[in-house]
T-cell receptor, first 114, second 112 residues
């Protein structure tokens, strides 16, 4: 069964600090991996998307990395802000005859304290 | 929220009653999805649609049905709600030739 595991489950950091969130997957064959940010009470919003050939992709203070050989991805947040407090969800899509069925991780809950 | 609205936003109902949730989009995208989100689980796909009257089941479709008679509306129906269907329901759309899904604001459903 295709699975996406995220760690840590929750994380508390001080404003201005950096942090890294992890995503391991067993999805095969792999198509792409995406990180979403979900604010409390709202739907997820896409941060980055990475395909098999991409190692790093940045979106402002967010940098995602992908190692397709070890099936691991990380999301690094630089100089955290209070508005970064949210759940971060890793989503992996596997290739299946053209159908689009993503597999979602359970998310990492990040709290940024002033 | 990318032109996606969900209604109602909150609902409390009793076990055994029928419930219909509505997802409305203004962009005429072909692909629409219904997910549920529960503590300890990732978003789980209930049903999805790839066009008017074209729908298919996701991984947790038991107890749910959907209908799509117009491009802009995707309805999720719980024929006889159970307490296990207490959840937050998200609708999403995906533009053709794009990989990204855009999510609605969610509907919080409580089944007593």
């Amino acid at each position: 069964k295709n699975q996406v595991e995220q760690s840590p489950q929750s994380l508390i950091i001080l404003e201005g600090k950096n942090c890294t969130l992890q995503c391991n997957y067993t999805v095969s064959p792999f198509s792409n991996l995406r990180w979403y940010k979900q604010d409390t009470g709202r739907g997820p919003v896409s941060l980055t998307i990475m395909t098999f050939s991409e190692n790093t992709k940045s979106n402002g203070r967010y940098t995602a990395t992908l190692d397709a050989d070890t099936k691991q991805s990380s999301l690094h947040i630089t100089a955290s802000q209070l508005s970064d407090s949210a759940s971060y969800i890793c989503v992996v899509r596997f290739s299946s005859g053209g159908s689009y069925i993503p597999t979602f991780g359970r998310g990492t809950s990040l709290i940024v304290h002033p | 929220d990318a032109g996606i609205t969900q209604s109602p936003r909150h609902k409390v109902t009793e076990t055994g009653t029928p419930v219909t949730l509505r997802c409305h989009q203004t962009e005429n995208h072909r692909y629409m999805y219904w997910y549920r989100q529960d503590p300890g689980h990732g978003l789980r796909l209930i049903h999805y649609s790839y066009g008017v009257k074209d729908t298919d089941k996701g991984e947790v479709s038991d107890g749910y049905s959907v209908s799509r008679s117009k491009t802009e509306d995707f309805l999720l129906t719980l024929e006889s709600a159970t307490s296990s269907q207490t959840s937050v329901y998200f609708c999403a759309i995906r533009p053709d030739r794009e990989e990204t899904q855009y999510f609605g604001p969610g509907t919080r459903l409580l089944v007593l």
